[in-house]
């Protein structure tokens, strides 16, 4: 095998395996090398366990010389987000009050991923309790895009794009309640998925901060490894609807009012053209949402479930964020008739949104409709010259996470004037994971992407 195995996606490391070109323990070893290189300079992983990461290659190693692997990802390196529970390792959730706490047990994706002789190599960084549109917290700090490190990779799963796209490992495991997932896999160059409600399970772990918005998903530098990876956390689900060669695709191309990047309207005009030169009916339609009613139905809820977790920490107040605060007083000020007429109005929503997206194949949005900025800022304070606010990049992925239905993201830039990375959003109905992933996959062998940022180690 000529390409160092830290550069390898996780389907061409289990190629590699299969025909005794590599072991799983070179393969980990090569990427703990990698992450010694530049982790320090990016601040991605924060937690890491080499030595039961080497125990767990080693006996991946012996089945593998036996002949009886355990399935796709025996013996790939990936790392987990430290929203979620793998048992043995801090799980901090970004936040002072979980400081020192260790997971009693793997939460039940992970559980699986385990059982399938994945390699756990450590823990990745998020915001405060995971509720931030940036990468930044008072107990690790900051983490870098590995394509421009002075700027953000986004948020709350900004540690795990960036150990993906920097050839930390081929894949992490992340979640996503307002678009988590799919901005920062859009400013990192990498794919994602986005589950629908109940597709991946969980069970042992931090509260949910925003009811069932929050799904837990694959991050990849291809299709094929965020397929795999959600196949082995997913629970069986009835036949995925059967799309035609030939798709009616729907794509929102703006929101009146709300400024969107030049570079991702353009990478996104030209995402357009590849997909009509594939043969698919493409429309441009109008958003049916409003994001601000979105963003103040997300705000409600997570208010809320903020003020559940923090105040059961007594001097909370003084070891919290000053944005985690806000959303904590903000919280406790909500009456419940507040929190059921928010409840009420999702609900109604959810079903209309549901009934416009079955209207079609898939729709596709950009994914953020920012690019990268300064690492340590919370948002960029004005996007194509108007103001921007805290959820400037979301108008495309929240509402996704209200309605409960799934979306995949892959890389269609580099941005034009940046150079940095645009990503694209395709999104379905219920229980269409698979045609998404199918179409995303067509995507990505017409126009074919940078797999590893250009960051020297």
Same mark, same amino acid.
């Given at each position: 095998?000529?390409?160092?195995?830290?550069?390898?996606?996780?389907?061409?490391?289990?190629?590699?395996?299969?025909?005794?070109?590599?072991?799983?323990?070179?393969?980990?070893?090569?990427?703990?090398?990698?992450?010694?290189?530049?982790?320090?300079?990016?601040?991605?992983?924060?937690?890491?366990?080499?030595?039961?990461?080497?125990?767990?290659?080693?006996?991946?190693?012996?089945?593998?010389?036996?002949?009886?692997?355990?399935?796709?990802?025996?013996?790939?390196?990936?790392?987990?987000?430290?929203?979620?529970?793998?048992?043995?390792?801090?799980?901090?959730?970004?936040?002072?009050?979980? !400081?020192?706490?260790?997971?009693?047990?793997?939460?039940?994706?992970?559980?699986?991923?385990?059982?399938?002789?994945?390699?756990?190599?450590?823990?990745?960084?998020?915001?405060?309790?995971?509720?931030?549109?940036?990468?930044?917290?008072?107990?690790?700090?900051?983490?870098?895009?590995?394509?421009?490190?002075?700027?953000?990779?986004?948020?709350?799963?900004?540690?795990?794009?960036?150990?993906?796209?920097?050839?930390?490992?081929?894949?992490?495991?992340?979640?996503?309640?307002?678009?988590?997932?799919?901005?920062?896999?859009?400013?990192?160059?990498?794919?994602?998925?986005?589950?629908?409600?109940?597709?991946?399970?969980?069970?042992?772990?931090?509260?949910?901060?925003?009811?069932?918005?929050?799904?837990?998903?694959?991050?990849?530098?291809?299709?094929?490894?965020?397929?795999?990876?959600?196949?082995?956390?997913?629970?069986?689900?009835?036949?995925?609807?059967?799309?035609?060669?030939?798709?009616?695709?729907? !794509?929102?191309?703006?929101?009146?009012?709300?400024?969107?990047?030049?570079?991702?309207?353009?990478?996104?005009?030209?995402?357009?053209?590849?997909?009509?030169?594939?043969?698919?009916?493409?429309?441009?339609?109008?958003?049916?949402?409003?994001?601000?009613?979105?963003?103040?139905?997300?705000?409600?809820?997570?208010?809320?479930?903020?003020?559940?977790?923090?105040?059961?920490?007594?001097?909370?107040?003084?070891?919290?964020?000053?944005?985690?605060?806000?959303?904590?007083?903000?919280?406790?000020?909500?009456?419940?008739?507040?929190?059921?007429?928010?409840?009420?109005?999702?609900?109604?929503?959810?079903?209309?949104?549901?009934?416009?997206?079955?209207?079609?194949?898939?729709?596709?949005?950009?994914?953020?409709?920012?690019?990268?900025?300064?690492?340590?800022?919370?948002?960029?304070?004005?996007?194509?010259?108007?103001?921007?606010?805290?959820?400037?990049?979301?108008?495309?992925?929240?509402?996704?996470?209200?309605?409960?239905?799934?979306?995949?993201?892959?890389?269609?830039?580099?941005?034009?004037?940046?150079?940095?990375?645009?990503?694209?959003?395709?999104?379905?109905?219920?229980?269409?994971?698979?045609?998404?992933?199918?179409?995303?996959?067509?995507?990505?062998?017409?126009?074919?992407?940078?797999?590893?940022?250009?960051?020297?180690?």
């Amino acid at each position: 095998m000529s390409a160092a195995a830290w550069t390898l996606t996780a389907t061409a490391l289990h190629a590699g395996f299969a025909a005794g070109e590599t072991t799983p323990g070179a393969a980990l070893q090569s990427c703990l090398d990698r992450l010694a290189a530049v982790n320090p300079r990016l601040n991605a992983v924060i937690a890491l366990d080499a030595a039961g990461a080497r125990e767990a290659a080693a006996a991946s190693d012996a089945r593998w010389a036996a002949g009886q692997p355990l399935g796709p990802l025996d013996g790939v390196p990936i790392t987990v987000k430290d929203n979620l529970f793998v048992g043995g390792l801090p799980a901090g959730w970004g936040s002072r009050l979980f !400081a020192g706490q260790i997971a009693p047990r793997d939460d039940i994706p992970v559980a699986r991923l385990r059982a399938a002789g994945a390699l756990i190599i450590g823990k990745t960084n998020t915001p405060e309790l995971s509720l931030a549109g940036h990468t930044d917290n008072l107990v690790h700090g900051a983490t870098g895009n590995p394509w421009a490190p002075a700027l953000t990779p986004g948020g709350s799963s900004g540690g795990a794009v960036a150990a993906v796209a920097a050839g930390m490992a081929p894949l992490s495991i992340a979640t996503d309640a307002g678009g988590s997932l799919r901005r920062p896999a859009a400013m990192a160059g990498v794919a994602t998925l986005r589950p629908g409600i109940g597709r991946v399970p969980r069970r042992w772990g931090f509260p949910p901060l925003a009811q069932d918005f929050q799904t837990i998903g694959p991050i990849a530098r291809c299709v094929a490894d965020v397929r795999v990876a959600f196949e082995l956390m997913a629970d069986p689900a009835l036949p995925p609807p059967a799309w035609p060669a030939r798709q009616r695709l729907r !794509a929102v191309d703006g929101i009146p009012g709300a400024p969107m990047d030049p570079d991702v309207r353009a990478a996104f005009a030209a995402a357009l053209e590849a997909f009509a030169a594939m043969g698919h009916e493409v429309e441009i339609v109008s958003a049916p949402w409003n994001p601000d009613e979105v963003g103040a139905l997300f705000g409600t809820l997570a208010s809320a479930g903020v003020a559940r977790v923090v105040t059961a920490h007594p001097g909370w107040e003084a070891l919290v964020t000053p944005a985690i605060r806000a959303q904590a007083e903000a919280g406790l000020a909500l009456s419940s008739a507040d929190y059921v007429r928010a409840m009420d109005r999702i609900a109604v929503l959810r079903a209309e949104l549901r009934d416009w997206m079955l209207a079609g194949h898939a729709v596709l949005t950009p994914a953020a409709a920012t690019m990268p900025w300064p690492k340590a800022e919370p948002f960029p304070p004005e996007v194509d010259g108007c103001k921007a606010g805290p959820r400037a990049g979301a108008i495309f992925s929240t509402v996704l996470n209200l309605a409960g239905l799934p979306a995949a993201v892959v890389p269609c830039g580099p941005g034009a004037r940046t150079g940095l990375p645009v990503g694209l959003q395709i999104a379905g109905g219920p229980g269409s994971e698979m045609p998404l992933l199918d179409l995303a996959a067509q995507f990505e062998a017409a126009r074919p992407w940078r797999r590893l940022a250009p960051l020297e180690g």
